[in-house]
């Protein structure tokens, strides 16, 4: 258990975002028991690994500071952040709006800092260069942190008397800075992809991510469209609107791209196919597609899109289906047989 839990990947929380957005996907569909244990799942794995990383910083700094050194781990830790708001988006629908505002002051701050902490520690602040062959799928995970505090602040601004404004103005600002830190991201990670050998064993599943990002600027877009009258929402809402649109077309193009990757990686390289908790990087954007599909096919009018969503729920409710049994299992014979 101790050599578990020092080893902890900063990625970990992609579970609980994972098993979050599927539970919003679920109960916008109507299924309301099967959304309900999902969101149980959300609940247990995002207490747990609170636990887990609360004890890793207390006893295991070392390991914690090599992380937050890492660029290809570093970016992890933005989990904590969109798997926070995630929970929240999810407890709002059952009409817990103040634990949402909650969790969105504790993602909020941790997105602030973290934001200025990994890009240096594990970037900026680095002796070695170039620092871009690091780069990998990771780094979009920021987008998605970034993006997960738009949803959040978009979900709860209905709800509230006071605040309104200043919570229209954190979901378009936040927004606006994960469309700048995609593109970023995008050029840094092409960069890696094209000037330094790649081989099928670093095509790892957060790759996924490039995909999911765009996804919840999607949904991030969707909301803001939705929210009631607000200057920064009022100046935005048409920009929005068309952009959210644009980024769902990429995302919909890359996933044959991603699919076919995978094909390379596992089938054509024979790279083996096993449990690893990187795995969650695929299940979250492949809810996320769903997710976004149904909203902006809502917000914007288009039951095309809100079909594909559909579809795609359950592809990403098999997918997790298959991918939690397997997290289990490897538990159970690496850490409880141990």
């Known amino acids: 258990m101790r050599q578990s839990v020092e080893g902890l990947t900063p990625g970990y929380f992609a579970l609980v975002m994972a098993s979050g957005i599927i539970s919003v996907g679920l109960q ?17 794995a995002f207490v747990i690994l609170l636990v887990l990383t609360v004890w890793r910083f207390v006893a295991y700094r070392g390991a914690v500071h090599d992380d937050f050194m890492d660029p290809r781990r570093a970016f992890g830790f933005f989990t904590f952040v969109a798997g926070t708001n995630v929970l929240g988006v999810r407890l709002a629908m059952e009409g817990l709006h103040l634990v949402t505002a909650v969790l969105l002051a504790l993602a909020g701050l941790a997105w602030l800092v973290l934001g200025y902490v990994v890009p240096w520690t594990a970037v900026l602040g680095r002796d070695e260069r170039p620092v871009v062959v690091s780069a990998n799928g990771t780094w979009f995970i920021w987008v998605v942190a970034s993006q997960s505090v738009a949803v959040a602040a978009a979900t709860i601004e209905p709800v509230f008397d006071t605040g309104r404004r200043e919570l229209a103005l954190l979901a378009v600002t936040s927004w606006s800075v994960g469309v700048f830190l995609y593109a970023a991201a995008g050029i840094l990670v092409s960069l890696r992809l094209m000037l330094y050998p790649f081989g099928p064993e670093e095509l790892t599943p957060p790759y996924w991510v490039s995909m999911g990002a765009l996804a919840i600027t999607v949904l991030a877009g969707a909301r803001i469209v939705e929210m009631a009258d607000a200057p920064m929402v009022a100046a935005t809402r048409d920009l929005i609107a068309g952009l959210s649109v644009v980024f769902w077309a990429f995302a919909t193009w890359l996933i044959p791209v991603l699919v076919a990757a995978g094909w390379w990686r596992h089938v054509a390289r024979g790279v083996p196919l096993r449990y690893e908790a990187t795995l969650w990087s695929i299940i979250f954007p492949l809810g996320m597609y769903a997710v976004a599909g149904i909203y902006l096919g809502r917000a914007d009018d288009l039951p095309l899109v809100g079909l594909v969503g559909r579809v795609e729920l359950w592809v990403a409710l098999a997918a997790w289906t298959l991918v939690l049994v397997a997290m289990l299992r490897h538990v159970v014979r690496t850490t409880l047989r141990g």
């Open 28 to 44: 916008l569909q109507g299924f309301r028991t099967l959304s309900l244990a999902v969101l149980a799942v959300c609940g247990g």
